[in-house]
């Protein structure tokens, strides 16, 4: 059975740090490309940031870049968000997700492609 088992959430104040995890089992975890996606209340789900099997090409939505950076663990099967400078807008629902399909960079962008959701991990940033 796989399961993505998202934690680190909860409530900051804005220019604070917090670093998401995603632990992943049940599949061969550096097989897939991984992602950070996010839902505001009221709002579609969005992506926020993406890395390669490896961890070798990582890629990030404007609106986060340079702020959050996303990291993994093959050994420990865990992916990473660390997440600064946050802002009531970074407020959300953040997902992991795993995909088998990628773009020719390594990284997969389309929500689509994911195949594998954890439950999701909240944060709040209040200003």
């Known amino acids: 059975q796989v399961q993505l088992v998202e934690s680190g959430g909860g409530l900051v104040q804005a220019g604070e740090s917090l670093r998401l995890s995603c632990t992943v089992s049940?599949?061969?975890?550096?097989?897939?490309?991984m992602g950070w996606f996010r839902q505001a209340p009221g709002k579609e789900r969005e992506g926020v940031a993406y890395i390669s099997w490896n961890g070798g090409v990582t890629k990030y939505e404007d609106s986060v870049k340079g702020r959050f950076t996303i990291s993994r663990d093959n050994g420990k099967s865990t992916l990473y968000l660390q997440m600064q400078t946050l802002k009531p807008e970074d407020t959300a629902t953040y997902y992991c997700?795993?995909?088998?399909?990628?773009?020719?960079?390594?990284?997969?962008?389309?929500?689509?492609?994911?195949?594998?959701w954890g439950q999701g991990t909240q944060v709040t940033v209040s200003s």
């Open positions: 997700a795993a995909s088998t399909s990628w773009g020719p960079m390594g990284v997969a962008t389309v929500m689509t492609d994911y195949g594998y």
């Open positions: 049940g599949l061969t975890f550096d097989d897939y490309a």
